[in-house]
Structure formats: C-alpha cells, structure tokens
C-alpha cells in the first residue's frame, strides 16, 4: 500500500496539481452486510478537507431519498423548472429554452448523471439544507460540511471576482494571468468534505446501511449511469466492470468519488480530490491523473468475493 500511495503521489505531481485520494476495499457479505469499517485502505492525504463541488450533489441525493423515504417527499409529483429562471450551468435544465416538468425523481436523475446544476438546487430548495446537515450528522461525517447550493456558490464567485455575471467570473478565473482568491477555493469557506468520508459513504451506501433497499438501488443506478467518462471511469474501460461515480469541477478544482466493481469482485470505493496549477477550463493531464490515481489504488485493493478463490489477472495496467 506504501508503494502504491508513493506512485499515487508521483502521478499527482507529474499532471501539475496537489492531488488527495482515498480508496477503500467494501469487504461486503452475501446480504450486503460487513464490518463498519469495510475492508482494506489506501490514501494519499486522504483526511485532508477539500473542497466538494458537484460531489456534494452525492450527499443531497442520499438526503433526498431519506426524505421520501420519510414520506416528506412524493418523488414522483411533478414540478416546472423555466430554465431563465434557474441556476446556470452547461447541462441539464440549464440548457434549454422553455419550461419543463418532471417528477423529482427525474430531477435527482439529471442532477447526478449529467451533473445537473438547476435541478440541484430545485431538489436543495424542496428538502432544505437542514435536512443535508441532519444526514452528515447522523452519519458521523464530522469532516463534511454542505452550505448551500451551486447558486450561493455562483453569487460567492461574482463577489470575490468583482464581475456581474456567471459567465464574466468562469472568464475570469480561467485566466492564467491573473491570481484569483475566491472562497469556492477554500474548504473552509465553502462545502467540504474528506475523501475518506466519501469512501466511508459510499462503503455505506453499497452494504445498504444508509437507506432501505429500493433507493439504495436507485442511488446505484443513477451514479452508474453519469455521462462522464474522463476521469475515474477512463481507468477501466473493460467489459463487465462498473464504474458508479459522481464528479465535481469549478474552476481548478477537478474531483470525482466512485465505487468500482469488477465481477465477482468486491467493490472499491475511491475518492479524488484534485487542485490544479493551471486554470484552464479544460485539463486533460489532470482528469488522466485522476484516472490513473484511481487506477492504482484500486489495482492495490482488488479481491475476489470468495477469498478461498485465486486473485484474478491485474487488468488494469
């Protein structure tokens, strides 16, 4: 695990970005049961707060579905979203033209498979914030703070940027001649976490201790199904395997968490958190670099479901 976390590390400095991981084996029974703790670990900083963009849109989901779990929510009662009215952002409801409807549901779909900055914040405004701080409470994620949606993110940037609008602050801070200090750069001034409580999340989520089994498997479902295969999923383009994840981008901050599955194989949760020198709006040399952190750690934790059995080929390499 030493050896891994060292190359870990020569990968992050390699792409030019102070990167964190953590990834942990979910050492799951037949009924989906184990130890609280899960199974093997590696981490590379991986305590470190950092910052969540998109990624908390994970932690809203499992919220949502507790809410209708609760019977304080009807996730199929529909609701019209007029996209000049909504939050900004290159995809989902954002991106059209007219008023839609859809069930909530829908809207938790699009928010996780497409990164959904609207019908995020829809969904926030429908459950409330306390209900997200009530869940990271309930489950000891001391280290995960949510303070709102990428709205308040999006009005923290137009202060700190000194412009008027969203578009005129993302100009702004992909300009590489220019040093911009924004709060959306700091975990203590916006939503955090720790890539070791996202993996103990997800850990969580795959052995079915977080909610009952029907949102459980739809919270699979939908991280299964995001679009995005730049980065964690880049690792491991092999037949048969899942890749089940959630990524989170503003600015120089790249992320993505994820639970891989290889069959017949126990799941890998993995969790990463980058910081780039750069602040192009696209950097390829840091999504591979998250695609081969992930990589490499999960290579080191794979293990057959049944541990009498032999260890399958390393095909990831």
């Known amino acids: ?110 928010m996780m498979t497409v990164s959904d900055n609207a019908a995020a914040d829809v969904l926030l405004g429908e459950i409330g914030l306390g209900a997200v701080e009530e869940l990271v409470a309930e489950l000891g994620l001391t280290g995960t703070r949510i303070v709102g949606g990428t709205a308040d993110v999006h009005r923290g940037l137009l202060r700190d940027t000194d412009t008027h609008t969203t578009a005129e602050a993302f100009a702004a801070l992909a300009d590489n001649d220019e040093a911009h200090t924004v709060s959306a750069y700091d975990p203590a001034y916006t939503s955090a ?42 690792a491991f383009p092999h037949r048969g395997v ?24 126990h799941p890998v949760a993995v969790a990463v958190f980058t910081h780039a020198a750069r602040a192009d709006p696209t950097l390829p040399v840091v999504d591979a670099a998250i695609a081969e952190a992930a990589r490499i750690a999960v290579t080191a934790l794979r293990r057959p479901l049944d541990p009498a059995a032999a260890p399958e080929p390393d095909t990831c390499r």
């Open 193 to 234: 976490t720790t890539p070791e409580e996202m993996t103990r999340l997800l850990r969580a989520l795959w052995a079915g201790r977080v909610l009952s089994p029907a949102p459980t498997a739809f919270v699979r479902s939908v991280m299964a199904a995001q679009v995005w295969p730049h980065r964690i999923a880049a």
């Open 1 to 110: 695990m030493r050896a891994a976390a060292g190359r870990i590390r020569a990968v992050f400095a390699d792409a030019g970005c102070t990167g964190r991981l953590h990834a942990r084996r979910c050492d799951l029974g037949a009924a989906g049961e184990g130890p609280p703790g899960g199974g093997a670990e590696i981490e590379v900083d991986g305590r470190a707060r950092v910052v969540t963009a998109s990624v908390y849109k994970l932690v809203l989901l499992v919220a949502f579905c507790r809410a209708v779990e609760a019977g304080r929510i009807d996730p199929v009662a529909r609701l019209t979203v007029d996209p000049a009215e909504c939050t900004p952002g290159p995809t989902g409801l954002a991106a059209l033209r007219d008023p839609v409807t859809m069930s909530r549901r829908d809207l938790a779909t699009s």
């Open 242 to 265: 899942t890749v089940a994840g959630k990524t989170g981008t503003i600015g120089v901050i790249r992320n993505e968490v994820a639970v891989v599955e290889f069959p017949g194989e």
